[in-house]
């Protein structure tokens, strides 16, 4: 399994440490998996769909997952309703018997999924799996939840001829869904949902952990100052009352992480800087001008005892160069500047 895959997404994410995810919400495909494992346990028979594709208009990413019952019950979302309701009520009349089978909704060359044209003339791919209720099932279900949940980062190859599925350690780059070049095996990336550290309160932090909730981040915010607490009001985000350092430095990151400093506050900034070179975080960065940043990568030399590889994966002046004066242009470029690095994307391919 793996050769002659394709496509580009974030970095290699690896095994985080210890404590990560055990104080926080889940994400919908962490509850989806959970769901299908307790069905399984009682003895039904589940049907886990995938989004493998999507081309035009889409609520919802490849990886996305859904997981059913022949009676209709289900829990997750593959477009947003209109899908859900004809998958359901096929499922419900006996279609979907094979162990694997995939299905174009939106396509009119698919006779499949025919019935129900998407929105801006969107196609979507979705993977539909019969999983038995057994032990093997079982196992394979917890050690995926385990996975979401913030535990190791996994690769879910799945045979498209038989079914058969089987889990490897993910170790290299690649996209949330692959193809092999044979076109009957893919590979789906499983991991924790992206998080966003915050270190800091500033007008920029409110701007960016408001995008940041938009673009579907787990979003903390640490600040052990109390007077700055009152200024930071974003319903959903996890506001924490202490140096961001310290939250770090007790695990707060895994690898599909990112860290920015956003107060210009030396005693909080450069302490998270340090704190979160150490870490699997596929993203750190810190706001100031260019005078600004090559004074700090010289101080975090001199009194943080930074080598130069740790310096370099700092992105200082932060995000992308967009001419931003205000807090919301400034935290727009922040998360611009996250996103392409957490997709993959190269600067000059913008």
Known sequence: MGTGLHGSFFPSIGAPRGKVGSFRMQNLDAQVIEQALAWSQEGHEVWLCTVLATFGSSPREPGSLLAARRDGAHVGSLSGGCVEEDFLRRLQEGAFERAVGTLRYGDPDE???????LPCGGILEVLVERLPASAATQQHLARLGEALRGGEHLLRCVDLRDGQWQLRDDDGPGP????????QRLEVRIGPVARLVIAGISPVSVACAQFAQALGFEVIVCDPREEAHAGF???????????PSQFIAADGCHAATAVVALTHDPRIDDLAM???????A???GVMGSQRTSQARAERLRRSGGLGEAQIARLHMPIGLALGSKTPAEIAL?????????YRGRPRDAL
């Open 111 to 117: 006779p499949l999924g025919s019935r129900v044209a």
């Open 282 to 284: 596929f993203y750190i």
């Open 233 to 243: 009001r974003v319903p959903g985000v996890e506001l924490r009352p202490e140096l």
């Open 176 to 183: 949330r869904v692959a193809r092999a070049a044979d076109g």
């Open 333 to 341: 470029a922040v998360m611009a500047d996250v996103l392409r690095v």
């Open 274 to 280: 340090i704190e979160a070179v150490r870490t699997p």
